[in-house]
Each structure stands twice: as C-alpha cells, then as structure tokens.
C-alpha cells in the first residue's frame, strides 16, 4: 500500500499528534524509515506552527532553533556545516601573527620559521584542539591570546581591518564545539529525535 505523503499531509491537517504518530510508527514496521522521517518532520512543522498562533514564544523559539540546528535530530547534516564553518573562522583568526601564545617558553625556540604555509597549519590544529570538547594532541602547544588583534582583509586599496580577540573566540570555539559535539552525538545514537507515542 502506498500514499503520496505530500497529497496526504493537507488531509490531515490537525494538530493532534495521533495520526502523525500513527502513520509514522507504520511505516517503520514496514522498514521505510525516510518516509517515517518526513511525517515526524511534518509533525513537528505542525505542531511548531501551533506553537506560534498560540503565542508560545519562548518553546516556538527553541523548537526552531532545534530544528535549524539538529533537524530535530533526523539527519542532521548540517551540523557539519557549522563544524566547518567554525573551524574555518578559527583558523582564520588564529593565523595572523601574534594571535597564539606558545604553552610553555622552551617550544618558542623549537618551532620552524613563520611562514604563511607553517601558521596557517598552526591555526588550523589550534582551532580543531579548541572546538573538540576532548584533549587531541593536534594544536595542544598553542593557546590563542589574550590581546586584541587585528585581521586585515580586502585588497590594497579598500582594506578593512577587524579587531579580535582571539582567547574570546577560543572560549566560544570551546563551548560551540561542546553543544554540537553532543548533539552529533545525540542524532547519531538516535537520543534525539523523540520517539512517537
């Protein structure tokens, strides 16, 4: 037995959780488990649409955040994109000159010249060493800095210069990669998404 789901998500057109509930627990029994996911995705868009037209701001907010960042745990792919994408910033406010601080003194006079290539590389090992919520011995000689930097970007003759910090970056690098670390972890194993009842 088959139905177009896209035909059928207007019939139902309810806010009751059952039919949703119904439906999605079918269609698993039956091993069919993208689809089991589209009707618990439509369930939720429901029930967050209910939310706001019942002005249940603050729980409409964090369902949409929930949504935006772990697809309510129904492959969350996109959590990869913010991984990389938080990396990428770090390495790139990690690599000017003077942004990271050697962890001890005697590791300043064993490092290779600063080269473009050699900083780059530095930055980008901090960076992941300060996203993963684990000790990884990748990037463990560097912290980033406790004075403010500037980051030049453009070309010779419309230059914009940005002012960081690069131990506040790191610290919110750190919890970043604490919350996304485990909600991987929590889609993966299945935690997150709530099971129909």
């Known amino acids: 037995m088959y139905v177009s789901l896209e035909?059928?998500?207007?019939?139902?057109?309810?806010?009751?959780?059952q039919p949703y509930a119904q439906l999605e627990q079918a269609l698993r029994k039956v091993g069919d488990d993208a689809r089991?996911?589209?009707?618990?995705?439509?369930?939720?868009?429901?029930?967050?649409?209910?939310?706001f037209f019942e002005r249940r701001f603050l729980k409409w907010l964090t369902d949409l955040l929930y949504r935006s960042v772990a697809n309510y745990g129904v492959r969350p792919y996109r959590l990869l994109g913010y991984t990389l994408l938080l990396i990428v910033l770090g390495t790139l406010f990690f690599s000017p000159p003077g942004a990271l601080n050697p962890k001890d003194d005697k590791r300043v006079s064993s490092t290779p010249g600063d080269s473009s290539d050699y900083n780059l590389a530095r930055?980008?090992?901090?960076?992941?060493?300060e996203f993963l919520p684990i000790e990884v011995p990748v990037g463990s000689g560097w912290v980033p800095a406790s004075r403010?930097?500037?980051?030049?970007?453009?070309?010779?003759?419309?230059?914009?210069?940005?002012?960081?910090?690069?131990?506040?970056?790191?610290?919110?690098?750190?919890?970043?990669?604490?919350?996304?670390?485990?909600?991987?972890?929590g889609s993966i194993t299945g935690l997150l998404r709530r099971v129909s009842t």
């Open 7 to 17: 035909e059928l998500f207007p019939k139902i057109a309810t806010t009751d959780r």
């Open 36 to 51: 089991a996911n589209q009707v618990y995705l439509e369930r939720r868009r429901v029930e967050r649409k209910q939310m």
């Open 123 to 129: 930055a980008l090992g901090v960076s992941v060493h």
């Open 148 to 185: 403010r930097i500037s980051i030049p970007f453009g070309t010779e003759k419309y230059r914009l210069c940005i002012r960081v910090w690069p131990s506040v970056y790191g610290t919110c690098l750190r919890l970043a990669g604490a919350i996304l670390v485990g909600i991987g972890l």
